[in-house]
């Protein structure tokens, strides 16, 4: 079994920066291409950023790129998402995923194999 938990979230004012991580159980990470989705209250939740399983390819939702940094170490069984130049519509619970195959495009919620528990981002305007 294969378990994702996610820390890092918190407050913080617009413009500023978060680092989240995920830290994912068991041997077989590498083999998991990775990805962070967020939920905001009352929303659906959207892809934000994915990674391929060697983090050599990453993309990114149009809302984040050029202000977030998804990256992983495999090494240390973790993918981390670096968030900069927030603004108050980042806020929101951000989930980290296991998926099955990589795909240079924006990932879709159903099909994921695992999931974090999430964690809460809240930026103050």
């Known amino acids: 079994q294969v378990q994702l938990v996610e820390s890092g979230g918190g407050l913080v004012q617009a413009g500023g920066s978060l680092r989240l991580s995920c830290a994912v159980s068991?041997?077989?990470?590498?083999?998991?291409?990775m990805g962070w989705f967020r939920q905001a209250p009352g929303k659906e939740r959207e892809f934000v950023a994915a990674?391929?399983?060697?983090?050599?390819?990453?993309y990114y939702a149009d809302s984040v790129k050029d202000r977030f940094t998804i990256s992983r170490d495999n090494a240390k069984n973790t993918v981390y998402l670096q968030m900069n130049s927030l603004k108050p519509e980042d806020t929101a619970v951000y989930y980290c995923?296991?998926?099955?195959?990589?795909?240079?495009?924006?990932?879709?919620?159903?099909?994921?194999?695992?999931w974090g528990k999430g964690t809460l981002v809240t930026v103050s305007s």
């Open positions: 990674v391929s399983r060697s983090g050599r390819s990453t």
């Open positions: 995923a296991a998926g099955s195959n990589w795909y240079q495009g924006p990932w879709s919620s159903d099909g994921m194999d695992y």
């Open positions: 068991g041997r077989t990470f590498a083999r998991y291409p």
